[in-house]
C-alpha cells in the first residue's frame, strides 16, 4: 500500500493546514455551517470547490492561494537553509544563524496570539447565541 500523497490534493492541504493551526474538524465545521462529515469529505477530495475553499481560506486565516501553493517541502527548506554551509551534521557541530531562544519566544508569543484570537472569536459566537 502506498502512502504517496499527490502534490496538489487540496483536500490534504486543507487537513495540514487545519492542523497547524490546531482546529478540529468539529470547530471548521461549526464556523462554516457544515457537518464534521462534510469536513472529512473535503479534507479527502483531491480538489475543492473554489467558493468553499474561499470560505475554508477564511476560516483557517490563510488566502485560497495559501492553500493551493501551501507545501511541507518548502517549510523543510526553510528549516534546511538555517544551517550554516560548513556546518558538520554528522558530527552535529553545527552553527545556527539564529538564537534558538529567540525563536521559542517568537513561537510562544504566537501561541498565546492565536489562542486570543479563538478566545474572541468563541466570544462572539456566544454573545451571537445569546441575543
Given at each position: 500500500?502506498?502512502?504517496?500523497?499527490?502534490?496538489?490534493?487540496?483536500?490534504?492541504?486543507?487537513?495540514?493546514?487545519?492542523?497547524?493551526?490546531?482546529?478540529?474538524?468539529?470547530?471548521?465545521?461549526?464556523?462554516?455551517?457544515?457537518?464534521?462529515?462534510?469536513?472529512?469529505?473535503?479534507?479527502?477530495?483531491?480538489?475543492?470547490?473554489?467558493?468553499?475553499?474561499?470560505?475554508?481560506?477564511?476560516?483557517?486565516?490563510?488566502?485560497?492561494?495559501?492553500?493551493?501553493?501551501?507545501?511541507?517541502?518548502?517549510?523543510?527548506?526553510?528549516?534546511?537553509?538555517?544551517?550554516?554551509?560548513g556546518?558538520?551534521?554528522?558530527?552535529?557541530?553545527?552553527?545556527?544563524?539564529?538564537?534558538?531562544?529567540?525563536?521559542?519566544?517568537?513561537l510562544?508569543?504566537?501561541?498565546?496570539?492565536?489562542?486570543?484570537?479563538?478566545?474572541?472569536?468563541?466570544?462572539?459566537?456566544?454573545?451571537?447565541?445569546?441575543s
Open positions: 500500500m502506498s502512502t504517496f500523497t499527490k502534490p496538489n490534493h487540496i483536500g490534504r492541504k486543507i487537513s495540514r493546514i487545519r492542523e497547524l493551526r490546531d482546529m478540529k474538524q468539529e470547530a471548521l465545521a461549526y464556523a462554516l455551517g457544515m457537518s464534521q462529515q462534510s469536513i472529512s469529505i473535503i479534507e479527502n477530495s483531491e480538489t475543492v470547490d473554489e467558493e468553499k475553499l474561499k470560505a475554508i481560506a477564511e476560516v483557517l486565516g490563510v488566502s485560497a492561494e495559501g492553500i493551493k501553493n501551501f507545501s511541507e517541502e518548502a517549510v523543510l527548506n526553510i528549516i534546511g537553509n538555517t544551517l550554516s554551509e556546518s558538520m551534521i554528522n558530527g552535529n557541530a553545527y552553527n545556527c544563524n539564529f538564537n534558538p531562544l529567540d525563536k521559542v519566544v517568537e510562544y508569543e504566537r501561541l498565546v496570539l492565536a489562542e486570543k484570537e479563538k478566545v474572541e472569536y468563541l466570544e462572539k459566537i456566544i454573545q451571537k447565541i445569546k
